[in-house]
């Protein structure tokens, strides 16, 4: 090659790389440009309850104007005696109610400058128990419900026929509504979530605190974190995260643990699970309930043996947090991601894939639903968890559903209502025809002896 054609190819070169990198920057400003305008919250939305605890409560709400928000309550619709306000005004309203009275309801109304916008007698909130309180209580777990489509509404409509025939005076519902994560389909945009929650389950929002798990599709934009208020400075509970991705409450004798397996840290080294084991290690409550969004069991939608399937994250989960989790008693693990529904045994010490799975791994089978895995009372290491893939609320797909791990399978849309008084714990896995497609039990007593701290080796 010529001189000349060695400068003409050498300023060629310069000039390609300098226009692909004018392009790839053009390009990913208009990624990130695209992010943060679907990611704004627009448009009006009604209020809806977050961090609850035995003395406070968030409010939280949007109007299309800015305002001074301001939330009136009482002990009564028409006796709203008391008002917390916003000291300047904005659109994005968030308001921290303190001072309650424990495991008290409250009626309250939203407005401005003493305008009311919403509120009555269907606007309440009850607050939180004392931990360690020991009474009935039920949480409503939706498995991956980003759509409200045909399906998450049956399932919706499910539940209300089973609440209705479970009735509980002078208690709404379900004291908790808690979710598996992806929330918002298909990508977490705030339209997404207008359309697949506030706009869909308004009467709900307004009266019952709200905990989702953050899912995949919840990470493909920014909206989320926005949304949505959590206890990472401990003061529902637990030892202070200093992180919403992940953090822990109390509800009466119920610890409950949410952790992020999708954009947080995974590993042994990481903050998160340098987090859980001092969390874990501080609890003092009969029951330890965690959530996350991929399961360390599941060949479905998705298959947990494999590497390449979300990147490895449920073997990250499994390998990494499950010994953690059972070294200190956790008794019910509660994922999604995987569009069915799946329950394990009683299981301790299974961190391999599928075909490392052994029998001595169980630690007792559970073998019809009237017979209740027993626990001691006190949580023991390695004293068995039952893992549930809580999935299809909303999209319902197929697979294998072959994972030797898993008792019970159901290609079936549904949702789960957990129950606990005092040393029982049910859950009922309500599918969209109004059946209790599954139902398992764990009780705890003080006459049950620990089966051992040791995985087996054979």
């Known amino acids: 090659m010529t001189t000349s054609k060695r400068k003409w190819f050498s300023r060629w070169l310069r000039r390609s790389v300098l226009?692909?990198?004018?392009?790839?920057?053009?390009?990913?400003?208009?990624?990130?440009?695209q992010v943060w305008w679907e990611s704004r919250l627009t448009g009006a939305r009604g209020p809806y309850l977050q961090n609850v605890t035995p003395t406070a409560i968030t409010v939280r709400w949007q109007t299309l104007q800015p305002e001074i928000g301001e939330v009136d309550y009482g002990s009564a619709p028409d006796a709203l005696i008391r008002q917390v306000r916003e000291p300047e005004a904005t659109r994005i309203h968030q308001l921290r109610i303190e001072g309650l009275s424990t495991a008290t309801r409250y009626f309250?109304?939203?407005?401005?400058?003493?305008?009311?916008?919403?509120?009555?007698?269907?606007?309440?909130?009850?607050?939180?128990?004392?931990?360690?309180?020991?009474?009935?209580?039920?949480?409503?777990?939706?498995?991956?419900?980003?759509?409200?489509?045909?399906?998450?509404?049956?399932?919706?409509?499910?539940?209300?026929?089973w609440v209705m025939a479970h009735p509980r005076d002078e208690r709404p519902p379900f004291d908790l509504w808690l979710t598996t994560g992806d929330n918002a389909y298909s990508s977490g945009r705030d339209r997404d979530y207008q359309k697949n929650l506030f706009d869909a389950y308004p009467d709900l929002l307004r009266d019952t605190p709200y905990v989702p798990v953050y899912g995949n599709h919840d990470s493909r934009r920014r909206a989320f974190y926005r949304l949505?208020?959590?206890?990472?400075?401990?003061?529902?509970?637990?030892v202070p995260s200093g992180s919403a991705h992940y953090f822990s409450f109390d509800y009466g004798n119920v610890h409950f643990i949410i952790l992020d397996s999708e954009a947080t840290n995974r590993s042994e080294d990481g903050a998160m699970h340098a987090w859980l084991q001092r969390d874990l290690a501080a609890d003092r409550q009969t029951w330890r309930i965690v959530l996350f969004h991929h399961p360390p069991y599941s060949r479905a939608t998705h298959n947990s043996d494999s590497a390449f399937d979300s990147r490895g994250r449920m073997i990250q989960m499994r390998e990494n947090f499950l010994p953690l989790l059972e070294q200190y008693g956790v008794d019910l693990v509660l994922t999604g991601h995987s569009?069915?529904?799946?329950?394990?045994?009683?299981?301790h010490c299974h961190y391999g894939k599928g075909n490392t799975f052994k029998s001595s791994m169980i630690v007792q089978p559970g073998e019809g639903d009237q017979v209740p895995y027993r626990k001691p009372l006190?949580?023991?290491?390695?004293?068995?968890?039952?893992?549930?893939?809580?999935?299809?609320?909303?999209?319902?797909?197929?697979?294998?559903?072959?994972?030797?791990?898993?008792?019970?399978?159901?290609?079936?849309?549904?949702?789960?209502?957990?129950?606990?008084?005092?040393?029982t714990l049910n859950a009922n896995f309500i599918n969209s025809d109004g059946k209790v497609s599954d139902h398992f039990a764990i009780v705890k007593s003080a006459d049950v002896v620990a089966s051992g701290t040791a995985c087996p080796s054979d």
Not at 130 to 141: L, M, T
């Open 228 to 238: 949505f208020t959590f206890p990472e400075k401990g003061e529902a509970g637990g």
């Open 19 to 33: 226009a692909l990198a004018v392009l790839l920057a053009v390009v990913g400003l208009g990624r990130l440009t």
């Open 378 to 423: 006190n949580p023991v290491a390695r004293d068995g968890t039952v893992y549930a893939v809580v999935g299809s609320t909303s999209n319902l797909d197929m697979g294998p559903l072959d994972h030797p791990a898993n008792l019970v399978v159901r290609h079936e849309r549904g949702s789960l209502m957990i129950y606990v008084d005092g040393d």
């Open 108 to 161: 309250y109304s939203i407005g401005s400058a003493g305008r009311v916008e919403q509120g009555g007698k269907d606007y309440w909130f009850y607050t939180a128990p004392q931990p360690g309180s020991v009474a009935p209580y039920r949480f409503w777990v939706q498995g991956d419900p980003g759509y409200y489509n045909e399906g998450a509404r049956a399932v919706r409509a499910a539940m209300e026929q």
């Open 339 to 347: 569009h069915i529904y799946e329950r394990s045994y009683l299981l």
